[in-house]
């Protein structure tokens, strides 16, 4: 009897130690809301005496749909650090620097993320100094100006790649009416005019920068109820904003596009091949089954690149990317060509691998092996109050919840390999094609 009891015991304290490891975030958090709608998400951790303070703006290139005024989430990246009414020019880096904290910030298609790390006993500085940015940015037209002159040294820095290049080109030629046909940047017209677009700054910043369009994520040594009140005490002032961005859905694509790029310098070529893909979603399988597929036909271990890298040493690398996105995206495949006269063949050798997935079943230790490694390249990968915040920042900008971490990866856990098939199937079709080939000019030092 008392064998059977601890057979019972046991088998309970399994189903339950498996039930909890399907959890993909392992930590305790909270989620509070303020009446101004900003959302505060506090995550105690384990690691002590420091802190990661994540601000989540949902603002990115998406929400330009104005003409001519493309880039100015980018930019505001940069006049974010230039001072506010408490805190003049320089006095940001100089608290950053004192405290020993490390300050950064990223602009995406849809959000932007502003960011540090510092010992615990800094927080309410943080928070003070953060909320009189966000609330009361202070900048003057010089230092715009100045300003805007940076932002047009990093596009020219950028265009010298021709990897760069070819994004802004892929972009441009697969959308033709949504925001998404132009990059973080911006087109180099409209940066060229941001001096004198001061006034339209300080609008861009009053539409986007406001409680209800932002989440606030404390990560580390902290206790969530402390944390919740310097929020409340330093943020709780900040006016909800009323603007929402219409934004025009891209058309249905009637037929293939092609871009040849001819680059002055020499290079090594580069062949992109993109397909319209689904956006995000924590429910529909689409987005899933093409990320699984991603890391199945043209990751690192696949067929392709075994074939093209290592066996006929033809390509320098092949990859896949299909970013999240709050609206329909691109599952794009790049390829670097060794030699020039191989740049039809190893194009050749992308669609076949397409249309391959859209008839052919992956296997079903193949799925399992992949999202197996993306589970657990997930949970490794957050190994500081940092990366764990860092995480959670890219889902919160798409949902606003923590919880859809768990709902994504339970979503993989989901996936067939018919599904698998199906969505490529759906997506991978001649009509949602973009291509896109860079090369050294002819004639040009190859």
């Known amino acids: 009897m008392k064998t059977l009891f601890f057979i019972m015991i046991f088998a309970f304290s399994a189903v339950a130690i498996t039930a909890q490891s399907r959890k993909v975030f392992p930590y305790q958090y909270k989620v509070d809301d303020l009446p101004n709608g900003l959302r505060v998400v506090t995550v105690p951790t384990d690691y002590p005496n420091l802190v990661s303070f994540y601000l989540v703006v949902g603002a990115g290139s998406r929400n330009e749909v104005e003409e001519k005024k493309s880039g100015y989430a980018h930019f505001f990246e940069h006049l974010m650090f230039r001072g506010s009414e408490n805190y003049p020019p320089g006095t940001f880096d100089a608290i950053m620097q004192k ?62 790649s021709p990897f760069f290049k070819m994004y802004e080109v892929l972009r441009e030629t697969a959308y033709k009416t ?39 994520i404390v990560v580390g040594d902290i206790k969530p109820a402390e944390v919740l009140g310097m929020v409340k005490k330093y943020f709780g002032d900040w006016k909800r904003g009323d603007y929402k961005t219409e934004i025009k859905p891209e058309k ?3 037929e293939p596009r092609k871009k040849h790029i001819e680059w002055t310098s020499a290079t090594l070529p580069i ?115 940092d990366a764990i915040a860092g995480a959670l920042a890219q889902y919160i900008a798409l949902r606003r919840s923590p919880d859809t971490i768990d709902k994504v990866f339970a979503l993989y856990d989901s996936i067939t390999p018919a599904d698998i098939r199906t969505y490529a199937a759906k997506y991978f079709t001649e009509n949602n094609q973009t291509i896109i080939t860079l090369a050294a000019k002819q004639g040009g030092e190859k």
């Open 271 to 385: 062949v992109q091949v993109a397909y319209r893909a689904p956006a995000f979603s924590e429910t529909e399988k689409d987005k899933a089954a093409l990320d699984l597929l991603s890391i199945i036909a043209f990751g690192e271990n696949s067929d392709i690149s075994q074939k093209l890298v290592l066996q006929e040493q033809k390509a320098v690398f092949v990859a896949a990317e299909s970013d999240n996105h709050i609206d329909p995206e691109l599952f794009t495949v790049y390829a670097q060509v060794k030699d020039v006269k191989d740049m039809d063949y190893v194009q050749s050798e992308v669609l076949k691998t397409y249309k391959r997935y859209t008839t052919e079943l992956v296997s079903q230790k193949q799925l399992d092996e992949t999202r197996s490694r993306l589970r657990y390249g997930f949970v490794l990968g957050m190994n500081s109050n």
């Open 178 to 216: 949504h925001t998404y046909s132009h990059t973080t940047m911006g087109y180099l017209e409209d940066i060229k005019d941001y001096p004198n677009q001061y006034e339209y700054a300080w609008k861009f910043f009053q539409r986007f920068y406001r409680p209800e369009n932002s989440t606030i």
């Open 99 to 160: 405290a020993g904290a490390s300050s950064n910030a990223s602009t995406w298609d849809d959000k932007t993320i502003y960011h540090e790390t510092f010992a615990k006993e800094d927080l309410d500085e943080v928070l003070r100094l953060e909320a009189d940015r966000f609330q009361r940015l202070k900048f003057s037209e010089e230092q715009y100006k100045t300003e805007a002159g940076a932002v047009l040294g990093e596009y020219n820095k950028n265009s010298a």
């Open 252 to 254: 249905p694509q009637t």
